[in-house]
């Protein structure tokens, strides 16, 4: 496969990257957003990636963020020099990446979208565009297209119930939606073997813990299905395209989708006044007594949900600290056990302490999540009333040092 190059075009000043042969990255970097989906953090961006093929025949595979059209419709039409489009490959129809189809049609109106039924009803239903005369495939169906063909595997549930990915076999190429995908925005380069990759290997993990973390078994499933294919090239919607470290992004899916956890303690609390506090610093200091090197305490008040899930799917011990609050847990715990419940969390060596002023609530609490999470306590929880005492400390140390067992 020939090395990826950078191709400026003068005429429009617009930047466009040839990843292949008569392929090219017309994504777009969205810097602007705060929180994807208007729920994860974006502290360096995200990616919409979309490709053209400009080969016998044209064809874009997924669209952009709407509010980037322009910019897009530059880069695409600096690559077609007036072709005509052909086909438009609908991956995924999320708005991030599907958000421009409406737009598209309009500029090149003898195209045919490419997607799957469940597809299709939602361009009908999002867009209100009609889809008579479009090619709606199953799976497995493909699509020649002269000088390759792209065969088309549905995927559902990764993480939206029409998700599909492209193949095309002759190259090697996965046009693989989301999956595989990543936050943070691109940074000058599109292809790993151009780039400093480092930040993005974080950044995939909480991709997944944020936006797969229910869907692990459909991510299994689309892993057994796709398992065999010779792939040198994986482009997903967000994040580089990659190829000599394509195996090792499968090998990271893959591990977060068995639910393979590390060696380590995540410790997760919220404090008003810093009793829990002064517990939660215990408990990770019998955790490292215990000889456990990866401790990790988040103050749920202060760290992003996105990076607490990102620890909790990565690490093989939980410890959850909280105190009483009207009546129940104090919110932001409730917030995160939740949405731990919500998901498809992998089992962990769980641990409790609460506390409470008047009325113990927290434990309680804390006690129905553990079954709801069908997860037993590795010791009792440890509760306090108001201020917590050298006792207790000891005790949130030995929660600690019990934790920590079987992962030294
Ligand atoms: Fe990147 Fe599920 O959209």
């Known amino acids: 496969m020939p090395a990826p190059a950078n191709i400026l075009n003068a005429h429009q000043n617009c930047f466009i990257m040839k990843i292949s ?21 974006l502290p360096g961006g995200v990616s919409y990636n979309s490709y053209l093929i400009d080969g016998e ?3 874009l595979v997924d669209t952009v963020d709407v509010a980037f059209f322009a ?23 999320e708005p991030d990446h599907s958000g421009s189809i409406a737009l598209v049609r309009k500029y090149f ?13 939602m361009v009908r239903g999002f867009y209100g565009e009609a889809t008579d005369g479009d090619l709606v495939v199953k799976d497995g169906d493909t699509l020649p297209l002269g000088d390759r063909t792209l065969t088309f595997r549905l995927v559902p549930m990764l993480h939206w119930p029409e ?25 000058g380069a599109v292809v790993d073997t151009q780039m400093d990759t480092a930040p993005y290997w974080r950044e995939m993990e909480r991709y997944c813990a944020a936006i797969l973390g229910k869907f692990r078994a459909p991510v299994r499933a689309a892993l057994a299905k796709l398992d065999g294919l ?13 190829t000599e470290e394509a195996p090792r992004v499968v090998d990271l899916y893959r591990r977060f989708a068995e639910g393979a956890l590390q060696p380590g303690l995540v410790v997760c609390y919220g404090s008003m006044y810093g009793n829990t506090q002064r517990m939660a610093e215990a408990v990770a200091e019998g955790a490292a007594a215990a000889g456990l090197r990866r401790v990790v305490v988040h103050n749920l008040s202060v760290s992003p949900l996105s990076e607490v899930l990102t620890d909790v799917f990565r690490y093989g011990a939980l410890a959850v600290g909280a105190p009483t609050y009207n009546g129940g847990l104090f919110p932001p715990v409730e917030d995160l056990l939740q949405r731990l419940v919500h998901r498809d969390t992998p089992p962990h060596r769980l641990g409790f302490f609460g506390g409470y002023c ?3 609530q927290a434990v309680r609490v804390m006690n129905d999540y553990a079954c709801r999470l069908k997860a037993q306590p590795v010791a009792e929880p440890v509760e306090w009333k108001q201020g917590a005492g050298g006792d207790e400390l000891e005790r949130a140390r030995e929660l600690g040092r ?6 030294v």
């Open 163 to 187: 998700t599909m990915v492209t193949y095309d076999a002759a190259a090697g190429i996965l046009f693989s939606g989301d999956a595989f995908g990543c936050f943070g925005a691109l940074n």
């Open 21 to 41: 042969d008569n392929l090219y990255y017309v994504g777009v970097n969205d810097r602007v957003k705060h929180r994807f989906e208007a729920l994860w953090s």
């Open 71 to 93: 910019e897009y419709l530059e880069k695409i039409n600096a690559v077609l020099q007036g072709r005509p489009l052909d086909y438009l490959v609908i991956n995924h129809m």
């Open 57 to 59: 025949r044209t064809v």
């Open 358 to 360: 008047w009325s113990a």
């Open 230 to 242: 010779e792939i040198n090239m994986i482009c997903s919607t967000h994040g580089p395209v990659w």
């Open 402 to 407: 019990r934790l920590a067992e079987g992962l």
């Open 109 to 121: 109106p003898g195209v045919r979208l490419v997607g799957n039924c469940r597809t299709m009803e």
